[in-house]
């Protein structure tokens, strides 16, 4: 014994073999429940109860056996009483499964319930022998001796009777567990687990076996007992076990071994970690497994992780990747940051940002934020990558734009535009990322601008709060305190300051338009012909209402047609460069440039024929002409928006409002007195 336990404590390969052998037994107790100890096989006092009866009766002669010792079967070479037969193969089988169990105590109890004690005997022969009393002096307390002294011969015993033809294989299979004999313990082992376990069973009886006969101290005061040759020739080494048992002869073994899960327990237990994760990954793209078999492999891959082996990092992060791609699909929201967080920084992004895409809800969009923070993932990132994702589905470069003469006013907004434009909510919860969601909506407003959604392109302004470009300034100088601002921020400063003055020229165009045609008082009838006094009466006061409500309808359109001219010139005369035109640096984005470009020669030439649109309704011809002067000086160079057919409708314009105003003024085509 004491030989045994410092083996267990010094010899790695043996404690680890007797890990799984626990491992499997403790896995194996489960079953034991089929087995209700309710369940009796024979009387409480008498065994093989049938049998005595046929004998006392004189039944069935020279077909059982005579006598009812223990050993009368195998002497006699005689059988038991069918009904008895049975009983014994059903305990066998019941013994079998608590020794496969490891439940030795459980099977001795049983053996003792159905009348058989002496069975209950031989199993515990396999105690180890200890005497306490070596060492002691004279005088000292007598501990009593403990295990088998004779433990070789019973193990050859064991090995016998699991050689005998006449008992079933559940009762081989006891005693060539006890002893050794894998040849006959293998019948009896209907799974994986039951292989596995047999062949790790008799390699730690072999290897104790063999540390017990190669020490000085064994055995105690005899000569050894020499075991069967085919006992030491046993399997020891762990890789060739699970060779033999993928070479079974039985079809059904061979199907389990190639069981995922038995190829993952199998890599486990000899340590092969590198090869488990090659392995699922090639399950992962060959085998498509379900959201179970996903689960499982990113544990493990986590495990693989924490036990700090060699291993295929892009594999591992693949198959995390699969699984939390899972987690998204069956809508297990709260799960997908922590498995995130452990992908490297740009996977993170990636595979949060999918679920976020699919998230509208505001209080899911809140909660998912605050767990991708719990676990440290780049919250910033992330979201930035969502708008980004969202923005440019179904819109590539700005597509060319059509004539400002030709192009009709507004297209209607579609369900993929109302996505894009819920997106922008993403970046609006933290105030730190106020600058990227003032770069994504210029972005998204420019693609719209340039497809003709302005009410579109309206909403997603909407969306920024008016305090934005204060926030910047502040997070800037909290940053880096009086320092220049960096040209990306002042260039997205500019371009929101300059959507914003074309969105209200737009705005204040359409109210003057409405208020134009739609508000004008209409005159009353004609004077009435005939000479009643009261018909006379009536229409003179109805004329000076009229009047009354022209004039103040056309005070009001004067001052609306103020605003719309101040509001256009905001944009065609804005400052420092012009109209959507960058700050000059040294890093030059040529697709935001082209865009900027394309979106100038969209909208300028569009602004200017709105405006002469409100100057010729209203009669003011001589600022419609003015509007030539504005276009054609070379500070702001508008007239190199235009294009050729764009310049000849422009000056067709000019044309029309020359004509208007000679025949209504004493000036001539330019407005000027005629001497």
Not at 329 to 350: C, N, R, W
Not at 587 to 612: A, G, N, W
Not at 663 to 669: A, C, I, K, N
Request: charged content about 25%; proline content about 4%; glycine content about 4%.
């Amino acid at each position: 014994k004491t030989i045994t336990e410092k083996y267990y404590s010094t010899n790695t390969e043996v404690r680890q073999a007797q890990l799984v052998v626990d491992w499997l037994e403790k896995i194996s107790r489960n079953s034991l429940e089929q087995f209700p100890d309710k369940i009796k096989y024979f009387a409480d006092s008498v065994s093989w109860e049938n049998t005595v009866h046929d004998i006392q009766q004189g039944l069935n002669k020279g077909m059982i056996v005579s006598e009812v010792d223990p050993d009368a079967p195998t002497r006699q070479n005689k059988r038991l009483s069918e009904l008895d037969e049975s009983d014994e193969l059903s305990l066998s089988k019941h013994l079998f499964k608590c020794i496969r169990a490891g439940q030795l105590e459980r099977a001795q109890e049983l053996c003792v319930k159905c009348g058989q004690a002496w069975k209950a005997v031989t199993l515990n022969g396999w105690k180890l022998y200890h005497d306490p009393n070596l060492g002691k002096g004279v005088g000292e307390e007598v501990d009593p001796v403990e295990g088998n002294i004779g433990r070789d011969l019973w193990k050859i015993s064991c090995w016998e009777i699991s050689k005998c033809s006449y008992y079933s294989s559940y009762e081989k299979a006891l005693y060539a567990a006890l002893s050794g004999n894998i040849n006959q313990l293998l019948p009896a082992c209907v799974s994986w687990y039951d292989y596995v376990w047999a062949y790790y069973k008799v390699m730690v009886d072999v290897l104790v076996e063999q540390k017990l006969h190669s020490s000085i101290r064994y055995p105690p005061g005899r000569e050894t007992e020499e075991l069967p040759k085919e006992y030491w020739n046993a399997i020891l080494v762990p890789d060739l076990i699970f060779q033999e048992i993928e070479a079974s002869p039985s079809q059904m073994i061979r199907k389990q071994y190639m069981d995922p899960y038995h190829m993952t327990q199998k890599h486990l237990i000899l340590g092969n970690l590198d090869i488990l994760v090659n392995d699922m990954h090639t399950w992962l793209v060959h085998s498509n497994p379900n959201t179970q078999q996903l689960r499982f492999m990113a544990h493990m891959v986590l495990f693989v992780r924490a036990v700090g082996v060699n291993y295929d990092e892009t594999k591992c992060n693949t198959i995390l990747e699969k699984f939390i791609q899972a987690l998204i699909k069956h809508e297990f929201d709260g799960f997908v940051a922590l498995y995130t967080s452990f992908l490297p920084l740009d996977m993170q992004i990636s595979c949060y940002s999918n679920l976020l895409e699919g998230t509208t809800d505001t209080k899911e969009q809140k909660k998912c934020l605050q767990l991708a923070q719990e676990h440290g993932l780049n919250v910033a990132a992330i979201t930035k990558r969502v708008v980004e994702n969202i923005r440019m589905k179904g819109m590539d470069d700005v597509p060319e734009y059509a004539s400002a003469i030709e192009m009709g006013y507004e297209i209607e907004i579609t369900e993929s535009d109302r996505q894009k434009i819920h997106v922008i909510n993403w970046l609006l919860y933290e105030e730190s990322h106020r600058e990227e969601a003032v770069h994504q909506a210029n972005a998204l407003i420019r693609g719209f601008l340039a497809v003709r959604k302005h009410s579109a392109a309206q909403e997603v302004f909407m969306k920024i709060p008016p305090d934005s470009i204060n926030i910047l300034q502040r997070n800037w100088k909290s940053k880096a305190g009086n320092s220049p601002y960096p040209l990306n921020l002042t260039n997205d400063i500019r371009e929101y300051l300059s959507i914003k003055a074309y969105l209200e020229a737009l705005e204040s165009f359409n109210e003057w338009f409405q208020y134009y045609h739609h508000s004008q008082p209409a005159p009353p009838p004609e004077k009435p012909e005939s000479e009643d006094f009261t018909e006379h009466v009536a229409f003179e006061k109805k004329f000076e209402q009229y009047e009354d409500e022209h004039k103040k309808w056309k005070t009001q359109l004067e001052i609306a047609t103020k605003e719309v001219e101040g509001k256009i010139y905001n944009v065609l005369l804005f400052v420092k460069g012009g109209w959507m035109v960058d700050e000059p640096g040294d890093e030059i984005d040529e697709t935001r440039r082209k865009q900027l470009s394309l979106l100038r020669q969209l909208c300028l030439p569009k602004l200017c024929f709105l405006l002469h649109t409100v100057f010729y309704s209203t009669g003011n011809y001589k600022k419609s002409l003015q509007l030539a002067d504005v276009v054609a000086a070379e500070r702001s160079k508008l007239y190199q928006e235009f294009r050729q057919d764009e310049l000849k409708h422009f000056l067709h314009l000019l044309h029309s409002s020359a004509l208007a105003l000679v025949d209504s003024h004493d000036l001539d085509p330019l407005g000027y007195e005629v001497a």
